[in-house]
């Protein structure tokens, strides 16, 4: 009888950043970055491991929510979830009772990623191999098959993608050897959290050019003033030669955000990220049009592959931002990847949080081995908090994030970080549970 | 001291509606209708209720989003509370741990609509009016107060939303007495569920016209032949004088819209609703374009006040269906109400489900008494299931929802009917539970 999955176990893990304002930014002043983990198991022993990232309260929500996935998923045979991942992905994403609560957005859509990702992590795992090397050496069909394509047609189809990845699947092996020789470039978010005092802004901006970071990115959006000050710290720090992004996190409408980028343009930023709503694909395309050339990033809270689709096609980014935990995991960031390739635009992924750079560096460079391109002109976020938590944490020299050669996503917690940062009874959490 | 909100009691009700397969449609073949309910407490005594709608599984999931917003609720004084409801629902909103898990979307943000409607009914209640009549009361600054125009600026601002107000402010009273005579137009959806017999369907299109509707709206998207098989009954039942209308659910991509919609556009439809996905502003204004002069209609997924700004302003739709359970309440829905006003475009509210009738009804009876226009452009979506459960279940006379008497918002259920459909204890569910 073949192995089956037995068991899936959600746990809420937060970590206390609000304490040093780590993270902080104009939309999210004192968040507590929080993982709604779950572990998948077989009947073999085999097990895989991802989670929704949150920021403090309501993980406990997404949590509730992996637990309305479990009857869809415990018992299935694992040859069955695993040798066709598109369907498994459909089962979660179709599920209609569960739809209404999106469809496709917010925290169930972030707990099936989360479901979804756990079943990639135990894929790789039981291959032996990195998952960045288990998606890179699907055939141009395969990958074809993990995506849904239903509302993405008008502008992307089956046809097309497969002409898009074939095109560049004779030279994969020779990217493969790059990428393992040279990585992906990170860029640096850890120096420019709005909470950050002037003093630490500055040492922080010269460590990252010292730790062999090209792009420094700031938050912005609370006070101009202060955005034109600290924009000149840093630019005076880091110099002409490097480059220099900011964040406004979606406090602006659109007449602010034109207002606000043409005070900040002076410093020859390489992108404005966030400056509106994530839902408002038309007030992106105005901003990214009033302010040209200054180049609009976005995408860490974009829903769905559908508001990409619109964002690209209607011009309103110039960087696309994936976030590895926020869609519906693995499959449907293929899916962005794959519209991104069609638009030739770089994408750049969100990262940070906790985990989130573990998870997001590996579709980096499967986007790189399995589309081609520049590969410099992928830059992947980092942020120097909260890998010691991971079994496997990221590996960076230079500025740079190294291959992962371990099996899997990246995303086994330690035992011992977890039982300490359980909510509310973790050791860290004493005396503030609810 | 003045009275304060001493309880947030949200409950999970579900009613099998699956058994008999009312209620469904190509993307929903099997809902059980359910309300994640939420009770409000004074100290004083008064209380308020209202809830967001699902179809049943995952009902505990906004259950569970609804305690997470018990601590910025309880203790408040309750004049500071009802008092200033715009600052109540944007502090609801730009919670910012909460806000990440949205943002301002899917569960947390149907959560929020609940709590807010809750608010909503317990003011009325303690007003002694029904809710249509306190909004309809309110001064147009005041209604303006209500809304959050941050990311609605570029197609509509504080001061064009006062124009709007005021320029309909010195008739308000006529149509006030206007809509006590005749109440607004309901259309029948009970007789085209996708599940029925093309027997039942006759007969329950026989029914709507005898019982006074002048439009009635049939489930498509499963066949294209039986749609055109189903659609010919329905005309042929109601004859060439009425109206007929067509809904979706969301099943089509672009193209397959198209196609679909050219086979039924001989049945002279008066809309065709939820051609495509509700996130796909793009698409609908591309399937309204194709297809015209036929009628798009959406909204009942639509997310919140940003999208809907972009489906109008893009031309995606011709008739915008508010839901009142699914965005963050009455403030959302003010804001949506008065963009449609800009638009010119007829609000046609969705309704069904469970309660949803009940709600609904007050912001279209708000939405002609405070805007103007044609009484008879709104037409307000009437489903003849579980009334029963309601102390002050809609009433309607010759397909027309009377305006309701009794005050509050009509979303208090009777006891005896959650204890009975309490999930997964209650007498219903007895054997089904988890």
């Known amino acids: 009888m073949s192995d089956r999955i037995v068991g899936m176990q959600p746990v809420d893990v937060r970590f206390p950043t609000s304490r040093e304002l780590d993270g902080s930014d104009a939309m999210n002043p004192a968040p507590d970055y929080s993982a709604a983990y779950v572990t998948l198991s077989t009947g073999d022993g085999h097990s895989g491991q991802a989670f929704a990232f949150t920021i403090g309260r309501g993980n406990e929500v997404v949590v509730e929510a992996i637990r309305a996935l479990e009857a869809g998923v415990v018992g299935t045979p694992v040859d069955e979830l695993l040798g066709d991942m598109g369907e498994f992905s459909r089962r979660l994403l179709y599920d209609s009772q569960l739809r209404w609560l999106g469809p496709e957005k917010g925290v169930m859509h972030m707990a099936i990623g989360a479901v979804v990702n ?72 850890s120096p420019g959290w709005l909470g950050y005092s002037d003093d630490k802004l500055a040492r922080l901006c010269a460590e990252a050019v010292t730790d062999g970071f090209d792009l420094v990115k700031l938050k912005v959006g609370g006070s101009v003033d202060d955005d034109v000050r600290r924009c000149r710290i840093a630019r005076e720090v880091i110099g002409p030669g490097r480059r220099l992004a900011v964040d406004a996190n979606q406090v602006w409408g659109v007449d602010d955000a034109v207002d606000w980028i043409r005070r900040l343009a002076e410093f020859d930023l ?18 990214r049009s009033a302010v040209a050339p200054v180049p609009i990033a976005t995408g860490e809270h974009v829903q769905n592959r559908i508001v990409f689709k619109q964002l690209m096609a209607l011009g309103g980014v110039d960087v696309v931002q994936i976030d590895a ?110």
Chains 1, 2 share one sequence.
């Open 118 to 189: 756990a079943a990639w992590d135990l894929r790789a795992r039981i291959e032996g191999r990195p998952l960045w090397r288990a998606l890179s050496d699907l055939e141009p069909a395969a990958l074809v098959d993990l995506v849904d394509f239903r509302h993405l047609r008008d502008v992307l189809d089956a046809d097309e993608a497969l002409d898009l990845l074939q095109r560049a699947a004779p030279t994969r092996v020779e990217r493969a050897e790059r990428l393992l020789a040279e990585g992906v470039p990170a860029y640096a978010t």
């Open 270 to 287: 390489f992108w404005v990220e966030e400056p509106t709503s994530p839902d408002d694909v038309m007030g992106h395309a105005a901003i």
């Open 325 to 434: 935990a926020r869609v519906a995991g693995v499959n449907e960031n293929v899916a962005i990847i794959l519209l991104a390739a069609k638009f030739g635009l770089p994408v750049c992924p969100h990262a940070g949080g906790v985990g989130l750079c573990e998870m997001v560096q590996h579709l980096s460079m499967f986007d790189y081995v399995a589309l081609g391109g520049d590969l410099d002109a992928r830059v992947v976020e980092h942020v120097g908090h909260l890998h010691e938590h991971f079994v496997d944490p990221v590996a960076l020299t230079h500025g740079r994030y190294l291959a992962p050669a371990a099996p899997g996503f990246s995303t086994l917690m330690r035992p011992g970080s977890i039982d300490a940062h359980r909510w509310p009874d973790g050791a860290v959490w004493a005396g503030e549970g609810p």
